[in-house]
């Protein structure tokens, strides 16, 4: 352990689809050029990696799970001559990081010890704990790449003195605005000036909306909610669907939608929700969805964030420096926290798994310990 980390390490895997979680012992890389070692101690589950054990999605077995995570750099590589640099300071061993990685069983998160480059990680700011701080980067990174790359709206960085984005006062809807997805749209659209957003979430999340920016808000579970949005906007020229699910979400936009509107659509779309006793059905291209009728000149985009790194500058300047800074001054505010907890790293791991297959959080991230050296909070 001279190195600062064990030669080898538990991690948790898919062996197969609907089959138990499993761990196995995994080597630990050595930190090459730009790459950093981190002791991982907090995951926050997301809905893919629900998508991933039950329907086998985008896996080889077997398949390390986890994008996003927060721990302990204690090893660092030699620097990358041909990397650019972030504006950030380099990172050193007993920085506090977050990240959203996802290449390779080296960089998933469910593994006490992970090998990334050092575009990946950024630190976590003071006053912010591990826990909460696990919350942000996958979901933030989607927020980021999708207002711009799926939307195709400006999120100038840094932001000029009085800047305007010209589509500032353009209705922008955000369907499933509680999630973790949608809160941090919200909040970022917001810092950057666009002040004309709009909310469909459970009306028990209305107020909180409304403080990241939400000029209206709607309740998805009224009948007539698409006549309520219709009736405030006739035409709605940007939208975003962060739950992706044929009937909960695409088949009421497709009444909401336009010609002209674009609407961007997190991927996987589910077109049968998993349960205990069936695998889930799921769609990559909501254009291929032919139970679904869109209005002629509608555009629908599948957002893969998988793939935000295609912008040279998101790439190496997201998550090292645009992501901290933003935590640091309470632009964007970390998600709530629901704890797994489990006397083992397999059993949070599979009450994780478990407790997404049962819809259970709610404008909430499941988040639990992953190593458990130290106590660094």
């Not at 589509?167 to 659209?189: E, H, K, N, R, Y």
Request: aromatic residues 8%; proline residues 8%; contains cysteine.
């Amino acid at each position: 352990m001279a190195a600062g980390y064990p030669p080898t390490h538990p991690a948790v895997v898919v062996i197969a689809k609907r089959e138990p979680l499993a761990v196995i012992e995994r080597p630990t890389k050595a930190p090459g050029p730009g790459e950093v070692v981190v002791r991982v101690q907090w995951m926050a589950s997301s809905p893919l990696e629900l998508h991933q054990a039950d329907g086998g999605l985008l896996i080889d077995s077997p398949h390390v799970l986890g994008s996003g995570f927060a721990g302990v750099v204690v090893a660092t590589g030699p620097e990358d001559p041909d990397a650019k640099k972030p504006f950030s300071a380099p990172l050193v061993v007993g920085d506090r990081v977050m990240g959203f990685t996802f290449k390779n069983n080296d960089q998933r998160g469910y593994q006490t010890y992970v090998t990334v480059p050092r575009n990946l990680m950024g630190r976590v700011p003071e006053g912010i704990s591990l826990q909460a701080a696990t919350t942000v980067p996958g979901n933030l990174v989607t927020a980021f790449h999708t207002i711009t790359k799926d939307l195709g709206l400006e999120l100038p960085w840094p932001i000029p003195a009085g800047y305007v984005p010209p589509q500032a006062d353009s209705p922008i809807l955000v369907w499933g605005a509680a999630s973790s997805v949608g809160m941090f749209i919200l909040q970022v659209l917001q810092h950057w000036g666009y002040k004309n957003t709009i909310a469909v979430a459970s009306k028990k999340h209305h107020e909180e909306l409304k403080s990241y920016g939400a000029k209206a808000c709607f309740d998805y579970r009224e009948a007539d909610v698409t006549d309520q949005i219709r009736a405030l906007q006739t035409h709605i020229p940007y939208i975003v669907d962060c739950i992706g699910h044929v009937d909960g979400t695409l088949r009421p936009l497709s009444k909401v939608a336009t010609r002209g509107s674009v609407v961007a659509v997190m991927l996987p779309v589910i077109i049968r929700d998993a349960t205990a006793d069936h695998e889930p059905v799921l769609g990559m291209d909501p254009n291929e969805l032919k139970q679904i009728k869109w209005e002629e000149g509608v555009t629908l985009r599948g957002v893969r964030t998988f793939f935000y790194d295609e912008n040279d500058f998101f790439r190496w300047h997201l998550q090292p420096d645009i992501i901290p800074e933003i935590l640091a001054a309470g632009v964007v505010k970390p998600n709530r926290q629901r704890i797994v907890e489990g006397a083992t790293l397999l059993e949070r791991a599979q009450k994780a798994i478990d407790l997404l297959r049962e819809r259970a959080p709610s404008g909430e991230r499941l988040v639990w310990r992953v190593s458990e050296e130290g106590d660094e909070n």
